[in-house]
């Protein structure tokens, strides 16, 4: 299927602030989920997450800004981009030798880690594409 910013791309900013969506999440508030753990998961790699500051509540599920303009998602959008170039630059640094290491703050290996991510993502862009949105 497209990818998750091609199917972001396509959707007015009604579609993303609406709850009426067949599991009752916006894709905003999505969106921010997934800035999150890809900024939380870059720092545990020793990357800065693209950020000097996180943008938004350090949560697993970010609270919705009060700003809802079609401006304001330009801005979560830019982040998203953000936030993925951050993570792909870091991983791509990090020394493949560490990744049988333990990341202590997850009691994993960083490679669990990081494929738990990359099917973390699929998951949530496979559910924007599924929420009943047209």
């Known amino acids: 299927g497209p990818s998750l910013v091609k199917t972001l791309s396509g959707l007015s900013l ?6 009426k969506t067949t599991e009752g999440y916006t894709v905003w508030g999505i969106v921010l989920h997934l ?10 790699l020793g990357g800065n ?20 303009s ?31 290491d333990e990341l202590p703050a997850w009691k994993c290996s960083f490679l669990k880690a990081v494929s738990w991510m990359a099917t973390h993502d699929l998951y949530h862009a496979a559910q924007i594409r599924n929420m009943g949105i047209k």
Do not use: M, N
């Not at 009604?14 to 709850?19: A, G, I, K, L, R």
């Not at 401006?71 to 981009?81: K, N, T």
């Open 70 to 100: 079609a401006d304001g998602w330009s801005i979560v959008l830019e982040h998203q981009r953000t936030a993925h170039t951050s993570y792909i630059t870091t991983l791509e640094g990090f020394a493949a030798a560490r990744l049988a």
């Open 49 to 68: 997450g693209g950020f000097d500051e996180f943008p938004y509540e350090k949560s697993d599920w970010p609270s919705i800004p009060g700003d809802k």
């Open 14 to 19: 009604e579609q993303v602030t609406s709850p």
């Open 35 to 44: 800035i999150y753990w890809q900024y939380h998961l870059t720092c545990e």
